[in-house]
């Protein structure tokens, strides 16, 4: 503890500069952080003054900040100096550093594409040794973020490279509380609850979803979310793995199945807000206000967690929307998946203040004071949820630890040409009336080309 207290000195100095001394976010003992697992490896963590460790990643203004003050409680407990770059261009950056050989010891990816392709080249390093076994045990899914983290290195060996931090959740169903209750509806608990509600509320009269695909030139991508989700709830999830690098393709029956149960939702005109027709000319962005209109125009909207952004001015999570996890088949023995994305720390350049920081990153708190201060979600069962900055993440994140299965966007795993083309340009085509095979085919055939 010692050590811990002549550190907090060390970690204000860390921060002098232009933007002033900055001390520990949170004192150590106060509040609802797991500070007892943070004093006990602090206790014991090595003596790393006069080492520094770099870090560089895509988070900007205002995430930056708040990653630093997490990694400033590490700085505090061993003395090191601790210094984290945001970049724009993070993507080319890290590459072009990494060949250079100028590369930060740890680097913060999107995406796994990326940091798999750099593993495969020798430009990441393994991370330290039992990692895997404690995300297995301590993540919820955790087999789920072995998998994602686990690439072939150089010699095509699979080693585990990605340490997943700060993710997020795609399979959310948004509704108003209100109108449930007025309506005497209940929150659906399975996927065949989900569809008997919809048939329920169309039978009422009224329309059960908003639906819109509506994006510019990127029109269609909240199809292949609906698309990605059912996938895992009809497939298991090695389907869903060979269906993002085609060896399952996309035309495979198990697929266009998939794109039907989309069709199940959104070409019955009973179904959405202005009627199949409006599906594909629908911005995504004003789809989900009609649930706020009155008398409402649908009850439900499956989107993203960012979707409050385009809520109308003044709604507040709990009173006046709330969520519930798109459901799984109780006739189907697939678990609870989870849709999301996320961000992955791996090293760049190994050094033993490196490796302790990875240690740093298994506690609750390093979690915790992230969450406590912005739209930061962990699968870390762990993580006191009285931590997290609001209600709504609070919702995201139980989803988070229960699930049974996570996987990335499927979309954001595909070629460019069909994750952000052809895919695309087919869910429009669908909604539109096209058949569903006959939309996959050219998808395929898009994908084919590319090779």
């Known amino acids: 503890m010692k050590r811990l207290m002549a550190g907090v000195a060390a970690a204000a100095a860390l921060f002098a500069g232009a933007a002033g001394a900055q001390e520990l976010k949170y004192p150590v003992g106060e509040g609802a952080f797991s500070w007892d697992s943070y004093k006990a490896w602090a206790e014991s963590a090595p003596d790393l003054k006069g080492q520094q460790v770099t870090i560089t990643g895509p988070w900007l203004q205002p995430e930056d900040g708040v990653f630093r003050s997490v990694i400033a409680y590490f700085a505090a407990a061993t003395g090191a100096e601790v210094i984290y770059t945001g970049s724009d261009s993070f993507e080319q950056q890290i590459v072009i550093d990494a060949e250079a050989g100028s590369a930060p010891n740890v680097a913060v990816f999107p995406q796994p594409g990326l940091a798999a392709d750099m593993a495969k080249r020798g430009l990441l390093y393994p991370l330290p040794e039992g990692t895997g076994d404690w995300v297995k045990e301590n993540y919820g899914a955790g087999q789920s973020w072995v998998d994602l983290g686990t690439y072939a290195d150089k010699d095509g060996n699979k080693q585990l490279f990605g340490f997943f931090y700060n993710v997020n959740v795609k399979s959310l169903v948004w509704y108003v509380p209100e109108n449930f209750e007025d309506a005497g509806y209940e929150v659906p608990k399975t996927m065949e609850e989900l569809k008997a509600l919809t048939e329920k509320i169309a039978a009422d009269g009224q329309t059960p979803w908003c639906i819109g695909l509506g994006s510019g030139a990127a029109t269609g991508w909240p199809a292949t979310d609906w698309v990605e989700d059912i996938m895992l709830r009809t497939q298991p999830a090695d389907v869903y793995d060979g269906w993002t690098t085609n060896g399952v393709k996309f035309n495979d029956e198990r697929v266009v199945a998939a794109i039907e149960e989309f069709g199940w939702f959104a070409r019955n005109d009973k179904f959405v807000s202005g009627g199949a027709g409006a599906v594909a000319s629908t911005d995504f962005r004003d789809s989900p206000k009609g649930m706020f209109s009155s008398p409402p125009q649908c009850y439900m ?64 708190v390093a979690h915790e004071v992230f969450g406590a201060q912005s739209g930061f979600l962990t699968p870390l069962k762990s993580v006191n949820p009285e931590t997290y900055l ?13 699930a049974t299965t996570f996987r990335f966007d499927g979309s954001d795993l595909m070629p460019g040409g069909v994750g952000a083309g052809s895919f695309w340009t087919g869910m429009v085509d669908y909604t539109g009336g096209k058949d569903a095979k006959a939309v996959a085919d050219e998808i395929q055939a898009s994908w084919d080309a590319l090779k």
């Open 390 to 402: 609001n209600d709504a993440l609070r919702g995201q994140a139980k989803i988070l630890v229960e």
């Open 301 to 364: 909207h499956r989107q993203a967690s960012f979707v409050p952004a385009f809520f109308p001015e003044g709604i507040a999570f709990g009173e006046d929307v709330d969520f519930f996890y798109f459901p799984s088949f109780a006739g189907k023995d697939l678990g609870n998946p989870v849709l999301g994305g996320g961000t992955l720390m791996a090293i760049t350049k190994p050094s033993d203040a490196t490796n302790e920081l990875m240690k740093f990153l298994q506690l609750p």
